[in-house]
């Protein structure tokens, strides 16, 4: 496709529940990047890749947070045993390599309940 | 820490009005700088940016900003807004890294 993807768009959980968010990046782009966007702010860094391997996560919020890019180009975060403080959109978003500027996909709104 | 300050976080303009939106940072040392726009129901779109050279950036749809790096501001500016302007603007900074820093964001609701 021609930008950055991600689903589901939209994604309602139960508290305790685990969940999975994928996103495809624009094809070649070596650096992907994952945000947390709570409501009224902006963006978060969360997590970056630069292809399979994570140079960077010290934005995740806790250990029940883990991504993963396993053949450098899909990725998908997953959020254990989820929290309502978790409710937030998840933006992806990739570039051609980490200096570059980034291209965001339309994020994942997620609700804990 | 890094910090990005969008001083309004609600615009209201009508038509037409000139377009004025404040972007501060607190970092020191060699920035890029970015403005990305949100329209309703979509993803954040670039609409900006400044790596080097001229400090007057020019991007799509008519809008500029322009870096002045004494008072660490990278303001962004349209001379004549449109219904269609309405959106949500963030501002974002990086420095030395891939990390970007972003504002809060400016809710902008041009008035036809």
């Known amino acids: 496709g021609a930008g950055v993807s991600q689903s589901p768009r939209y994604k309602v959980a139960k508290r305790g529940q685990d969940v999975a968010l994928r996103c495809d990046p624009i094809?070649?782009?070596?650096?992907l990047f994952w945000y947390q966007q709570a409501l009224g702010q902006g963006p978060e860094f969360l997590t970056y890749?630069?292809?399979?391997?994570?140079?960077?996560k010290s934005g995740l919020p806790s250990d029940r947070f883990f991504a993963e890019r396993p053949e450098g180009s899909v990725s998908t975060l997953k959020i254990q045993r989820t929290q309502q403080e978790d409710s937030a959109v998840y933006l992806c978003?990739?570039?051609?390599?980490?200096?570059?500027?980034?291209?965001f996909g339309p994020g994942t709104r997620l609700t804990v309940l | 820490a890094q910090s990005v300050s969008q001083h309004n976080h609600h615009v209201i303009l009508s038509e037409a009005a000139s377009l004025e939106l404040g972007c501060n940072y607190s970092?020191?040392?060699?920035?890029?700088l970015f403005w990305y726009v949100q329209y309703p129901g979509q993803h954040l779109q670039l609409l900006l940016k400044y790596f080097s050279g001229d400090p007057l950036v020019k991007g799509i749809k008519g809008f500029e900003a322009e870096f002045i790096k004494s008072k660490f501001s990278f303001n962004l500016r349209k001379p004549s807004v449109q219904w269609s302007d309405t959106a949500e603007y963030f501002c974002?900074?990086?420095?030395?890294?891939?990390?970007?820093?972003f504002g809060t964001g400016t809710r902008l609701k041009v008035l036809a």
């Open positions: 094809s070649g782009h070596v650096s």
């Open positions: 970092y020191g040392g060699t920035v890029n």
């Open positions: 978003a990739s570039s051609l390599n980490s200096y570059n500027e980034q291209f």
């Open positions: 890749f630069q292809n399979e391997a994570q140079l960077d």
């Open positions: 974002a900074v990086v420095s030395g890294t891939y990390k970007y820093i």
